[in-house]
């Protein structure tokens, strides 16, 4: 199977759980155009998420507060620049409140 957007291969297969079910289930279904690679999955994740920053915060928390608990994803919920772990929009949704430090991707500022 070949991803829909990059074209790369991805191995897939419908007798087991996909990859992607790691990665959080929030993508309007009007979006699903075929399965991806993790790395444009991630990256369409991404553009989404920050869509929402000119939806009321209350929203952006709902859609973030099931995948609290979930494990931290390099990508989506943090990248490493210029060997500094950074906290993505996301994962600031996900915590679900500020910290208070001046977060670069802080939705709380």
């Not at 998420?49 to 952006?60: M, N």
């Not at 995948?67 to 943090?78: N, P, Q, R, V």
């Not at 430090?101 to 802080?106: T, Y």
Request: glycine share 6%; proline share 5%; aromatic share 6%.
């Amino acid at each position: 199977m070949l991803c829909s957007n990059c074209k790369q291969q991805i191995n897939c297969s419908a007798n087991q759980q996909c990859w992607c079910m790691e990665l959080p289930n929030i993508l309007p279904l009007s979006d699903a155009d075929g399965c991806l690679c993790r790395a444009c999955l991630i990256t369409k994740l991404r553009t989404y998420i920050d869509s929402l920053s000119q939806k009321p915060i209350a929203e952006q928390l709902a859609l973030a507060r099931p995948f609290k608990h979930s494990a931290a994803i390099e990508g989506l919920d943090y990248s490493i620049e210029k060997g500094f772990l950074v906290m993505s929009r996301w994962a600031h949704l996900k915590r679900g409140s500020c910290c208070g430090n001046g977060c670069k991707h802080c939705p709380f500022s």
